[in-house]
């Protein structure tokens, strides 16, 4: 009977451990490592899907549509098929629940954080530096059939952060970085003289003195009932931003997170205290910058240099009515800084990656649109869009490109002032632009980062006191929230942290686990089996 149960207990493992495995090796978790194929069959048809990110802007989406259809008329072979997001976010959802079905996109626009998590499976995204060098078909191949940039025409910053887990997983699209665009009017009427570079000392200071009302309530800058003078978009890359200026923690390339130390504890008590006030709030708890700085209403705004068309009275994305713009002049200024000597500032924008398929000839056609995308043609177009710049220099240094830049204040529309000013501000500090390690679960650690800004404003605003045991419990309760301690123990067994174990999927690990707690309980079981047979065989020999 026993020998039965543990035959049993053992047959069992053993499937389990075939299902794991198969699911694991096969099907929507893996697929063979991608080969690039000597020549590119143009006698077949091909039919790639392509997601993109647009909003509201729909010279975005003719830009897409243009860049298909150019392309098509080199490649009559390949059909491109356009479907269009309101944000990243939603495809990084639609991405994750089809590598279940292995239904991804051909090519995709996202972030490096979002391919990371894409890369738990086995060779589902296609590292590129391979098809870098390709004499053929890589960049500025032979047989390409556009003016394709080579590698040295990419901006290195803006490659690197295509690079993660020993590859390059992705191409940059377009970058953009943040600035603060000023109420330089309101600013003058507190009897303030605007530095050549903001310091975060100034903009508190100033933001305080824009709190002082009249006898009936209202701002003494602006004569309304409302006044918020500093408001912050991204208040993720508020944190990251500020902690890389002051030389802190955040994280290591192996995925260890330091965000929570003492440094993210004294930025936290500083936005308390210009929360208490009202001198300083967020998008997520009072809306867009842009719509409360045109009206009026805000200082200091601070958004991605690609929000440039919604900032200033003229803006040509205008989100409120008429009626309520208020007239000012608009600055273009960096983010705050604590040392305006060497400036830092994180540098972002969409990445093209390219998802493998069981064909490499598909890939292969999947690869060439993701080169087109890099073309003088869709870079320059698509920067002229909003405050991004082309991602090669190939793109900044032609002539095209220069002209636009040079016929800034033209009109309020294509060569509207305050975009190019914001294009300028990346453009003229490349060099002290940065990148945050990519791993898996990169993407959580960046909400973590916002949502201790978040958290503590909202905390304020309730009445709520902000001591060190409230800052203990943030972090605490943070960290559960975004799982970081499962992120940190996920890395090291996959290769990230000091484990080194090389990469291993989640069904791997799921699959060491489930063995090893099942030959416990095994072993767990013969001993009690063992046990109690020698107690019988006590109680028998005792009554003989």
């Known amino acids: 009977m026993q020998k039965n149960i543990i035959s049993r207990l053992v047959l069992t493992i053993i499937t389990v451990s075939i299902s794991f495995m198969l699911t694991g090796c096969h099907g929507s978790k893996g697929m063979d490592e991608f080969i690039i194929p000597e020549e590119f069959d143009t006698s077949r048809e091909y039919e790639i899907t392509f997601w993109a990110k647009n909003d509201t802007n729909k010279a ?45 996109p051909n090519v995709c626009i996202t972030y490096p954080d979002h391919i990371a998590t894409y890369l738990t499976g086995i060779n589902l995204v296609v590292p590129l530096e391979e098809l870098f060098d390709d004499a053929k078909y890589g960049l500025g ?30 191409l940059p699209y377009m970058r953009s970085t943040e600035c603060c665009y000023v109420n330089k009017t309101y600013v003058e009427k507190l009897g303030y003289t605007l530095p050549d570079a903001l310091t975060w000392d100034f903009v508190w200071e100033v933001s305080e003195a824009a709190m002082a009302k009249d006898a009936e309530g209202n701002y003494l800058v602006n004569g309304q009932k409302v006044m918020i003078p500093f ?5 993720d890359n508020m944190m990251i931003q500020m902690l890389k200026q002051k030389d802190a923690g955040y994280s290591t390339s192996d995925g260890e997170i330091l965000l929570f130390n003492d440094t993210t504890k004294e930025f936290l008590y500083t936005i308390a ?20 700085l045109n009206a009026g209403q805000c200082i200091f705004a601070v958004d991605s240099t690609a929000g440039a068309t919604w ?68 870079q320059i177009a698509y920067s002229e869009t909003e405050g991004y710049v082309p991602v090669t220099s190939k793109a900044r240094e032609s002539a095209e490109y220069q002209d636009y830049l040079s016929r800034c204040g033209e009109d309020n529309s294509k060569y509207y002032d305050i975009k190019l000013k ?37 905390s304020i605003r309730r009445g709520q006191t902000v001591d060190d045991a409230y800052m203990d419990n943030l972090y605490d309760n943070i960290t559960s929230l975004k799982r970081l301690d499962n992120i940190e123990g996920q890395n090291r067994m996959t290769g990230q942290g000091e484990a080194d174990l090389g990469k291993l999927p989640g069904t791997a690990v799921a699959l060491l686990v489930g063995l090893a707690a099942a030959w416990v309980l095994i072993i767990l079981y013969v001993v009690v089996q063992m046990v109690k047979r020698r107690n019988s065989i006590c109680k028998q020999k005792i009554r003989d």
């Open 141 to 170: 191949g032979s047989e390409v059939k556009f003016d394709s940039p080579t590698y040295s025409e990419i901006i290195p910053q803006f490659l690197e952060e295509c690079s993660f887990g020993g590859h390059y997983y992705a």
């Open 231 to 235: 408001i912050y978009k991204s208040t």
């Open 422 to 458: 914001a294009a300028g501000i990346l453009l003229n500090n490349t060099d002290n632009t940065f990148v945050t390690p990519v791993f898996n679960g990169s993407a959580s650690l960046r909400d973590a980062a916002g949502q201790l800004i978040e958290e503590t404003v909202k």
């Open 311 to 378: 900032m200033g009275m003229n803006a040509p994305l205008l989100d409120i009515s008429e009626d309520q713009l208020v007239e000012f002049e608009t600055e273009v200024m960096t983010i705050p800084q604590f040392d305006t000597d060497n400036p830092k500032m994180i540098s972002q924008g969409p990445s093209v990656c390219v998802f493998n398929k069981d064909d490499p000839q598909e890939v292969l056609a999947s690869w060439l649109f993701t080169q087109y995308l890099l073309t003088n043609e869709v």
């Open 273 to 292: 205290e210009h929360a208490g006030s009202g001198a300083f709030s967020t998008f997520k708890i009072s809306s867009y910058p842009a719509n409360f």
């Open 60 to 104: 975005q989406t003719d830009i897409y549509a243009k860049a298909i259809e150019d392309f098509e008329s080199l490649y009559p072979n390949i059909k491109v098929t356009l479907r269009l997001y309101t944000d990243y976010g939603r495809i990084y959802n639609d991405v994750i629940t089809n590598i279940s079905t292995n239904t991804t």
